[in-house]
Nanobody, 125 residues
Framework: VQLQASGGGVVQPGESLRLSCAASGRTLRGVALAWFRQAPGKEREFVAASSRTGDGIRYSDSVKGRFTISRDNAKNTMFLQLNNLKPEDTAVYYC???????????????????WGQGTLVTVSS
């Protein structure tokens, strides 16, 4: 599976962005999907995930209520809607997919097998 992330950019605090991650090589149906991010000098951290069935959704506490993860199986694409962005959201955002990720491991980056190349989100006034 190849994942191609896009949609990053430079925005001001309070604005929104929509990240996309298009998959090729296999269907995303039945696959756990996630977004992680990595700020300069920091570890890669969990942001949001959708379970293999799509009905198990997880968010980190720092983005809960502001970010929304979704998928379009017909387009083989996953999305992350980022609202009310804050300067601390500045990071490279990575999409990930894992055919064997169980619900209890959705936030564990080591559980994901496929990774996109990352897209940079910069929130600055």
């Amino acid at each position: 599976v190849q994942l191609q992330a896009s949609g990053g950019g430079v925005v001001q605090p309070g604005e929104s962005l929509r990240l996309s991650c298009a998959a090729s090589g296999r269907t995303l149906r039945g696959v756990a999907l996630a977004w992680f991010r990595q700020a300069p000098g920091k570890e890669r951290e969990f942001v949001a995930a959708s379970s293999r069935t799509g009905d198990g959704i997880r968010y980190s506490d720092s983005v809960k209520g502001r970010f929304t993860i979704s998928r379009d199986n017909a387009k083989n694409t996953m999305f992350l809607q980022l609202n009310n962005l804050k300067p601390e959201d500045t990071a490279v955002y990575y999409c990930a997919a894992g055919p064997s990720v169980i619900t209890s491991s959705l936030s564990n980056k080591d559980a994901y097998y496929y990774w996109g190349q990352g897209t940079l989100v910069t929130v600055s006034s």
